[in-house]
């Protein structure tokens, strides 16, 4: 009986209110047939989707898509000019760098590395900041003041400085690389989970599922994270775009994966001494991130405003 009482004052929580306010009789905020339609009315968000499905699959079939290996080169076609410019060559569509190595497919295959890094370091940085956000939130206390005094430290150094300082220490490697963005990730998580943990465990619902004599360990996952799903979802999608282009600084600062790692960072840093000369060495990965981190970018501001029904009432 008490669990039935329970599930019955969780419908009246932010999650009903939300299903009502978005107009479609109820229906989930996160339905698949929702979003799709939503998803195909909005242009700039099926942009976004697009492109970022075929950033996927070129990841996904990089051998089959790029004609030569990341590392391939022959010095005999060093520095060739893109195939529809004078002297250059149809082998080689984008051109050659300095070691000769085609400079399409090492765009190519560093989607992988920028897609590992954008992805992995999101979902890491959420994992850590949404636990020690909802921990702190909810049961407040001593721990509340620690990852609240310490994620207040972190986000009070410039990111940028943060970053370069780790990295020079940890040294250079994708897995170090993933490792850094997750953890310098994770306060901004922190703070948005704790502020909203703040706000829905004084909301009638939550106080009335714990009346009933229900534990954290039930109110948690059944009550609280459930709301926050929306702006998680949301801020997680940006950061993807943000840790692609921090990953490509790096990179171009020489602190990213090792030299022989096909990423578009480290191709912007080998071409930027003969930007003057041979631009292509660094237009080329320089295009590949704009438009990479558009696609994600239009797709996360249709995503926002598809699962927030404060949107649906403007």
Same mark, same amino acid.
């Given at each position: 009986?008490?669990?039935?009482?329970?599930?019955?004052?969780?419908?009246?929580?932010?999650?009903?209110?939300?299903?009502?306010?978005?107009?479609?009789?109820?229906?989930?905020?996160?339905?698949?047939?929702?979003?799709?339609?939503?998803?195909?009315?909005?242009?700039?968000?099926?942009?976004?989707?697009?492109?970022?499905?075929?950033?996927?699959?070129?990841?996904?079939?990089?051998?089959?898509?790029?004609?030569?290996?990341?590392?391939?080169?022959?010095?005999?076609?060093?520095?060739?000019?893109?195939?529809?410019?004078?002297?250059?060559?149809?082998?080689?569509?984008?051109?050659?760098?300095?070691?000769?190595?085609?400079?399409?497919?090492?765009?190519?295959?560093?989607?992988?590395?920028?897609?590992?890094?954008?992805?992995?370091?999101?979902?890491?940085?959420?994992?850590?900041?949404?636990?020690?956000?909802?921990?702190? #939130?909810? @049961?407040?206390?001593? @721990?509340?003041?620690?990852?609240?005094?310490?994620?207040?430290?972190?986000?009070?150094?410039?990111?940028?400085?943060?970053?370069?300082?780790?990295?020079?220490?940890?040294?250079?490697?994708?897995?170090?690389?993933?490792?850094?963005?997750?953890?310098?990730?994770?306060?901004? @998580?922190?703070?948005?989970?704790?502020?909203?943990?703040?706000?829905?465990?004084?909301?009638?619902?939550?106080?009335?599922?714990?009346?009933?004599?229900?534990?954290? #360990?039930?109110?948690?996952?059944?009550?609280?994270?459930?709301?926050?799903?929306?702006?998680?979802?949301?801020?997680?999608?940006?950061?993807?775009?943000?840790?692609?282009?921090?990953?490509?600084?790096?990179?171009?600062?020489?602190?990213?994966?090792?030299?022989?790692?096909?990423?578009?960072?480290?191709?912007?840093?080998?071409?930027?001494?003969?930007?003057?000369?041979?631009?292509?060495?660094?237009?080329?990965?320089?295009?590949?991130?704009?438009?990479?981190?558009?696609?994600?970018?239009? @797709?996360?501001?249709?995503?926002?405003?598809?699962?927030?029904?404060?949107?649906?009432?403007?």
């Amino acid at each position: 009986m008490t669990r039935a009482l329970e599930r019955r004052t969780a419908g009246n929580g932010p999650g009903a209110n939300e299903a009502a306010a978005n107009g479609d009789g109820g229906e989930s905020l996160f339905a698949p047939r929702r979003l799709w339609r939503l998803l195909r009315r909005d242009a700039a968000g099926m942009t976004g989707f697009v492109i970022i499905v075929l950033v996927v699959l070129t990841a996904l079939f990089a051998p089959q898509i790029a004609p030569y290996g990341p590392t391939e080169g022959d010095f005999m076609s060093a520095r060739l000019p893109p195939a529809w410019m004078e002297g250059g060559s149809s082998a080689h569509l984008l051109g050659t760098d300095q070691l000769g190595q085609d400079v399409f497919s090492r765009i190519v295959y560093g989607t992988r590395v920028s897609l590992s890094v954008g992805v992995l370091g999101a979902l890491m940085a959420v994992t850590i900041g949404v636990t020690l956000g909802l921990l702190a #939130g909810y @049961f407040g206390g001593w @721990f509340d003041t620690l990852v609240t005094s310490v994620t207040n430290l972190l986000l009070s150094i410039p990111y940028l400085v943060l970053v370069i300082v780790i990295a020079t220490v940890l040294g250079r490697s994708l897995t170090n690389v993933i490792l850094l963005f997750g953890i310098t990730g994770s306060p901004l @998580f922190v703070r948005v989970a704790r502020g909203e943990v703040l706000r829905l465990k004084r909301l009638a619902y939550v106080e009335a599922a714990v009346g009933l004599g229900a534990t954290a #360990g039930r109110i948690i996952p059944m009550h609280v994270l459930p709301n926050l799903v929306g702006p998680l979802v949301t801020l997680a999608t940006f950061e993807v775009s943000a840790m692609i282009f921090y990953e490509s600084g790096l990179g171009f600062l020489g602190l990213s994966v090792p030299p022989d790692v096909p990423s578009w960072g480290n191709m912007l840093a080998l071409g930027r001494q003969f930007l003057t000369i041979y631009p292509w060495l660094a237009v080329f990965p320089g295009v590949a991130i704009a438009i990479t981190a558009l696609g994600i970018n239009l @797709f996360g501001d249709w995503l926002r405003d598809a699962i927030d029904p404060r949107a649906q009432e403007r």
